[in-house]
């Protein structure tokens, strides 16, 4: 199982927000580059840097910063980025500057269509995060909920083609209260398509119980606060999670 550390880039700065709340933002950081390299340093093989002002306006705001993460970490560390993406010119723009995977987000659930036209535009490149209060999924930076259910939506964008799903909890999101591997399970079980679950890990007891879902299709967990605040030894947790 990936370990994927977060990278929230607000103003330049690297923070982390509790339950998707931008007036609840914690910084940790003023230099986002450094920060990759450290989580790189300490063993992550995939990045999750989502562009929350990018998420706020409708259009990435730090391609800039995102392009200089790129050059400062190994080719073979994985990017997968959000925030913003709303057309096809913007998923181009990312692929461009060498993200791996573009995610998207509040546009695949406004917009039916949206994943079925770039799927396969760009085969192999497109994952899609699903933020979920209860079992409906939210959109605009998570403050709207849709009308549409977790696992229903989920189903349409395998059949659309996008290569994983990324779940995450919002009311565990920044709160170190653990993940909600029920849910997780669920969807896991529901879809064939690589499941990434986010929101909630806050120790090597969160990490395992993550691991024991692999076999159900769970291929990665994301990490934000709890290595930001040492709840969780990152180095230690990313040897836990590649025994599963």
Known sequence: MLLIPAIDLKEGKCVRLRQGRMEEATVYGDDPVAMAKHWVELGARRLHVVDLDGAKQGRPVHLDVIERIRAAVPPEVELQVGGGVRDEETI????????????????????????KEVAPEF?????????????????DGWSKLSRH?????????EAEGAEAIIYTDIERDGTLSGPNTQAVAKLAEA????????GGIRSLDDVRALGQ?????????????????????????VKLAEQF
């Open 149 to 157: 259910k977790v696992v229903d939506l989920a189903k349409r964008f």
């Open 213 to 237: 879902l692999v076999t159900l299709g769970v291929m990665g967990a994301i990490t934000g606060r709890a290595i930001y605040e040492g709840t969780l030894d990152f180095a230690e947790a």
């Open 92 to 115: 181009q723009e990312l692929l461009n500057i060498g993200v791996d995977y573009v995610v998207l987000g509040t546009q695949a659930i406004r917009d039916p269509h949206f994943v």
């Open 191 to 198: 879809i064939s398509i690589p499941v990434i679950a986010s």
């Open 123 to 139: 085969p192999g490149h497109i994952l899609v995060a699903i933020d979920a209060r209860g079992e409906r999924a939210a959109v």
